[in-house]
């Protein structure tokens, strides 16, 4: 079965260094999310993208983030300059389209700490 | 203000028994309905959408009431594997933003 693949499972940064955290979404996908989740709180939505461009942004997506596709296969969330509160459970998810039943898959995330 | 509100339990059941999850939502514009199930820091994985006509998969029953906004679960026959927390998505109205309850805390107790 296709699965979203994350890596790396688990990042060590220092404070105001940049980090990049990769995914591959499912192979015929063609939208792309990012989430996170801090630790004990809920899922929150940061970016979505399709067609090579962010198509929708939450709040928290702000300068420090941006979001790549390289190439034909990896989905890059790059953090600037982190911060403390930047620590939390990163997700990647892809789905098949953004029609009505667009289920979104997850991969297992990446867990950033910020020390 | 978008919000999805769930009780977040938890609710401890016995093996076998049915149990029952609500969860309201608050933007009438939303189109998509979704139960997640996600294990202790793990990944939320999609457990089914919720469909207005009402579906099933198995033990899993949700169904949705837009009059009212809210969205419901049912499980018959509980396992010690649908220990979990379940959590009830809507999308935002847009096509990509996703909006996520906290999240109910189902323990199964042999």
């Known amino acids: 079965e296709p699965e979203v693949t994350q890596t790396p499972s688990h990042q060590v940064t220092q404070m105001g260094q940049e980090v990049i955290l990769r995914c591959v979404p499912i192979?015929?996908?063609?939208?792309f999310y990012w989430y996170r989740q801090i630790l004990g709180q809920k899922v929150e939505f940061l970016v979505s993208?399709?067609?090579?461009?962010?198509?929708?942004k939450s709040e928290i997506f702000d300068d420090q983030f941006s979001v790549e596709r390289p190439d034909g296969s990896n989905f890059t969330l790059k953090i600037r300059s982190t911060k403390l509160e930047d620590s939390a459970m990163y997700f990647c998810?892809?789905?098949?389209?953004?029609?009505?039943?667009?289920?979104?898959?997850f991969g297992p995330g990446t867990r950033l700490t910020v020390t | 203000r978008k919000e999805v509100e769930q009780d977040p339990g938890p609710f401890n059941v016995p093996e076998g028994a049915t149990v029952a999850f609500n969860c309201t939502y608050s933007?009438?514009?939303?189109?998509?309905f979704f139960w997640y199930r996600q294990d202790c820091r793990k990944e939320p994985k999609l457990l089914m959408s919720v469909y207005s006509s009402g579906n099933e998969d198995g033990r899993f029953t949700a169904q949705l009431n837009r009059a009212s906004q809210y969205i419901s679960l049912l499980i018959r026959d509980s396992k010690l594997s649908d220990s979990a927390t379940y959590l009830c998505v809507v999308n935002g109205g847009s096509n990509y933003q996703l909006i996520w309850g906290a999240g109910t805390k189902l323990i199964i107790k042999p």
């Open positions: 192979s015929n996908h063609l939208y």
């Open positions: 998810a892809s789905s098949e389209d953004s029609g009505r039943t667009y289920e979104q898959y």
């Open positions: 933007n009438s514009a939303s189109q998509s």
């Open positions: 993208f399709y067609n090579n461009e962010i198509s929708e």
